[in-house]
DNA sequence: GTATTTTTTTAGCAGTCAGTAAAAAAACAA
DNA sequence: TTGTTTTTTTACTGACTGCTAAAAAAATAC
């Protein structure tokens, strides 16, 4: 009944077991990237985060880059993948659209790294060289402008907001405006006052039809 | 009447004369920073296209980051300064915001260097060092914010908006669409497209007041 | 002319980067 | 025990980074 280590899932066959935690090591990477975005946080940064030696991050992530996307993928789904059901799921527009950025607000100045998103400013001024992961956050922030599209058309569909709204250009700057909240957070603003700002997104909507008056 | 060599304004006394055109190396020093961003610039990409060597490089602008923060000058009274000047005075602060924007999505798509604002961009994700750069780059970008303040102020002396407007969050939303159309514009959208977006930056003001019907 | 000053080119510095070769260590299989 | 497999640690690689020493070149001053 010798436990030894268990330290993670499955207890693999032959071969020295892995001595970290994976998971956590992947975490800890995150989170360097995060802060640091990709090019600054250098290999020697994150090993030192994740507590291994170079050849144990290339054995278990391949290299820097897909390190990255690992740990881009992780921060997609432990971050925003509720939110995003979230907004998708109110019924109403104009709530749906307030309460994400008010949550959005609340993730880029998370405790523990109030510096963002990952995925807006963790790859701007990447080497050019690095295609994989300049499409990749680049197919992330469209895909953002595709969820408040499609919430769009839903609305308009459910009689919200008038159907000769162009959705395109209201989700771009939806977008935009989320995106733009991102340096906002990286440049200092209290939450308060990204609360305040994340407010007037839904101002860009359509005026909700007001109820005339009745007399 | 012997002519020599004219290239720049003072001809100077003693010593080997500068062979580059300070003014132009500056010029094209600011582009490969607007394109790459600080850091990915190499000192050796920056005296290609300047078409000098290192010790020239050094000897006219000390070193990379005051070279930078010359450009950086340089781009701001380039592009910035008329089109801040026309915002500030237009009498209508409607049409004050909507033509700035129109404007910004403009520089931020210019043809010869079509990659959002420097600015906003190109300081993004450097080494923590780069102390000046950083403050530097975050107080023009406050700067900014300040503009749409005093603007906005204005207006409700004019009596456009109504003056319990809150003017710090409005001016802050402002802000953060127009930073973050320059991420729009390096994820490749069209001059089309960032305008239509641009467009919603006008619907964040409070409505404008409808002229009760005359009956 | 010669001396002085400044910029030029050439070559290279020390430091950091991402990534790896080699060997020791720790597990299992026989 | 002995062999096999995998991960560990240690030390290091070549490439690139910002930057500069040294000497040649081009101007003025006398």
């Known amino acids: 009944m010798t436990a030894k280590r268990v330290a ?9 077991p892995r001595a970290f935690d994976r998971a956590q090591a992947l975490t800890r990477a995150l989170t360097v990237f995060w802060r640091k975005g990709y090019a600054p946080a250098s290999v020697a940064d994150l090993c030192k985060a994740m507590e ?3 050849p144990s991050l290339y054995a278990a992530f391949g290299n820097k880059a897909s390190l990255f996307l690992e740990a881009l993928r992780h921060y997609e789904q432990t971050y925003w993948e509720a939110p995003s059901r979230r907004f998708m799921a109110n019924p109403d527009v104009y709530a749906a659209v307030d309460s ?3 949550e959005a607000a609340q993730i880029l100045l998370s405790p523990e790294t109030p510096c963002g998103c990952m995925v807006v ?37 459910d009689g919200q907001i008038p159907p000769d709204t162009d959705v395109p ?19 200092g603003l209290f939450q308060s006052e990204l609360k305040a700002i994340a ?13 005339p008056a009745a007399r």
């Not at 407010?199 to 109820?211: D, F, G, Q, S, W």
């Open 52 to 54: 291994i030696n170079p």
């Open 169 to 187: 250009a209201l989700a771009g700057a939806l977008n935009t405006l989320l995106e733009g909240l991102s340096i906002q957070a990286r440049d």
């Open 121 to 157: 400013l963790a790859a701007i001024n990447i080497s050019e060289e690095e295609k994989a992961i300049i499409e990749t956050v680049r197919e992330l922030r469209l895909a953002t402008k595709h969820m408040f599209s499609d919430r769009l058309r839903q609305a308009i569909q």
């Open 199 to 211: 407010a007037h997104a839904v101002r860009m909507l359509p005026p909700r039809p007001t109820m």
């Open 8 to 16: 993670h899932a499955t207890s693999q066959g032959k071969g020295r």
């Open 100 to 102: 994400f950025f008010r």
